[in-house]
């Protein structure tokens, strides 16, 4: 049972350009949280979503990110025109209903 | 005030030692409550869920008090590879069943 799956690793993206992050659940797993962890800063809630729907979203930025979890596929976190403040640890996080949450291993955002 | 805070230490400590760290929440209806440590700005990796009767796993000791909302972490005997941070996380109730992290509380094992 592969444990929670985060691509890329490292993304480098020019301001202005859109980076997308991707995040594979455990298996059996339909509930799939986004954080980000600045730099020398703690964990900060994004958005949580089950399938096909977002169900807590209110860490989101209002303007330029955008989340899915479709039927199919990965849950994607979408950065339109990154700015260098996007540059950041994104961290994927998937659970059943009433569990813990397990880990990706992030995506390290550089915005150059 | 904050969802979930934590005394961000650090705390420095000599082998051997027993550390406590200590974790309030705000939300009276939240429903489920953990510790995780985060490595060098890796992933969190769960340490253990927190229950009401409290709970023991080896050295650590987890503890709950819903009427102070109030989480408490307990290790003994406290070895290098402990040093991380440690992460008090609250799961809320109804609908936004988030989980919500606090900044953390760093910890360092000294030799």
């Known amino acids: 049972n592969a444990g929670v799956m985060q691509n890329p690793r490292h993304l480098v993206r020019r301001r202005g350009q859109e980076a997308r992050l991707r995040c594979s659940p455990m298996k059996g797993h339909s509930h799939v949280y986004w954080y980000r962890q600045l730099p020398e800063e703690g964990l900060k809630f994004m958005v949580y979503?089950?399938?096909?729907?977002?169900?807590?979203e209110s860490g989101m930025p209002k303007e330029r990110f955008s989340a899915e979890f479709p039927k199919e596929g990965p849950s994607i976190l979408r950065i339109q025109q990154v700015v260098r403040g996007d540059s950041a640890a994104y961290f994927c996080a998937s659970g059943a209903r009433n569990t813990e949450a397990f880990f990706g291993q992030g995506t390290r955002l550089t915005v150059v | 005030r904050k969802e979930v805070e934590q005394d961000p230490g650090p705390f420095n400590v000599p082998e051997g030692a027993t550390v406590a760290f200590n974790c309030t929440y705000s939300?009276?209806?939240?429903?489920?409550f953990f510790w995780y440590r985060q490595d060098c700005r890796k992933e969190p990796k769960l340490l253990m869920s927190?229950?009401?009767s409290g709970n023991e796993d080896g050295r650590f000791t987890a503890q709950l008090n819903r009427a102070s909302q109030y989480i408490s972490l307990l290790i003994r005997d406290s070895k290098l590879s402990d040093s991380a941070t440690y992460l008090c996380v609250v799961r809320s109730s109804g609908s936004a069943r988030q989980l919500t992290f606090g900044s953390g509380t760093q910890l360092t094992v000294l030799p």
């Open positions: 979503l089950q399938k096909e729907n977002i169900i807590d």
């Open positions: 939300n009276s209806a939240s429903q489920s």
């Open positions: 927190v229950y009401s």
